[in-house]
Every structure is written in C-alpha cells, then in structure tokens.
C-alpha cells in the first residue's frame, strides 16, 4: 500500500512541476516543507493530507492565487445564496404549517360543535358545554383563522398546503445538505489559500534577503 502511495506522490510531483510558478508547485511545495517528508512515512501522510486539496484544484481548473481567490468568492456566494433560500423556505413552512394544525384543530372539533348547536336550551346543553369547553374554544379559534385567511383574498385548501409543506421540507433537505458540503470546501480551500500565502510570503522573504546580500 505505502508502495502505490509513493508511486502516486512521485506522478502527482511529476505532473506538478511541470509548471514551476503555478499554484500547484507553490502548494506542493509547502506541503513538503512540513514535518519530515523526506521518511517513507512522511511522503505517504503529506500525500494523504493533499490529495483532496490537490483534487479540487485539479478538478476546478484552478492554476494561479486569483483564480483560487475568485473560487472562494463563488463558493462563499453560493453558500450564502442557499442559506437564504433556506431560511425563506423555513418562513413558509411556519405559515403552512400554522394553517394545517388549525386546519386539523377545525376537523378535528367541528363534530362537537355542531352537536352543541343541534342541542335545545337547557341544563343539559350547558353541562355539555362546560364538558367540551376545550374542544368548542379551539373550533373557534380554528374557525376565526379560516375566516381571516378567506378575508386576506387566501383560499382555504389543505391538500395544497401539505403538498407545499412536504415540497419545500424535501428541498430544504437537499440544500441543507449541499449548504453543508460547501462549508467543508471553503474551511478546506481557506486552508489551503493560507498555506499558499504563507509559502508565497516566505518565497518573498528569500528573495528579498537574497538581493540584500548581492548588494
């Protein structure tokens, strides 16, 4: 196993420096200068810890600091693209939701209430009353909602609002878990974009003490 995994660092090296100045060269390079590369054990975690790095600037077609830069940017966009339409979803669900359970309170309640009216004036309707009182007060809350939805131009139509409810929650998932996926890319090319910086910095700093001492 350590065997193909040398042999992959040897290939991805061949195949990063044929291109000195880019990115790629940059960062491989850093990662080399970490811990001690140079054991078989080194060469193997240094490739284990930049394959996915070096996968997603391969697979981005990422070449120079600018475009990495430019990447972020697009990523941190979608990012906070999705999250927006996420807690907008959120918002209509509440709705939807709230229109369901009075919806389920007016069904579930309208039985006893329309038993309450069919019954004469007396005792026995009063101690009926006072025996459902829980269930009469939420029909007619239920029904004040419905009322007040109708009268805000909105229909009253539940199959639709649980087709909405279950549509929306279904999509939410997805973003969610894209949303998700996303913020490990950016925590992972944020890392990647300091170690570049850093190597970059680092470079500068020879060079500069290089011409110090040719003066």
Do not use: C
């Not at 790095?53 to 990422?62: E, R």
């Amino acid at each position: 196993k350590g065997r193909v995994l040398l042999a992959e660092e040897n290939q991805q090296a061949s195949h990063i420096h044929e291109g000195k100045d880019s990115i790629m060269a940059q960062l491989y390079e850093a990662q080399l200068s970490t811990g001690n590369p140079g054991s078989r054990y080194g060469k193997i975690k240094n490739l284990k810890e930049s394959a996915v790095l070096f996968n997603f600037l391969n697979g981005n077609h990422i070449t120079s600091m600018e475009q990495l830069y430019e990447k972020v940017a697009a990523m941190n966009k979608d990012y906070y693209s999705l999250r927006g339409k996420i807690v907008t979803a959120e918002r209509r669900i509440k709705v939807l939701d709230e229109h369901l359970s009075m919806w389920e309170k007016y069904e579930r309640n309208k039985g006893t209430r329309r038993q309450f009216d069919k019954m004469k004036p007396g005792k026995k309707k009063e101690q009926f009353e006072q025996k459902h009182s829980a269930e009469l007060a939420l029909y007619e809350a239920a029904v004040r909602y419905l009322e007040k939805l109708k009268a805000n131009g909105e229909e009253v139509t539940p199959k639709k609002w649980q087709a909405e409810a279950d549509r929306l929650k279904a999509e939410k998932s997805v973003q969610y878990q894209k949303m998700k996926s996303i913020r490990e890319d950016i925590k992972a090319v944020e890392n990647l974009k300091k170690t570049a910086e850093q190597l970059a910095r680092t470079e500068n700093e020879s060079v500069r003490k290089k011409e110090e001492q040719e003066l």
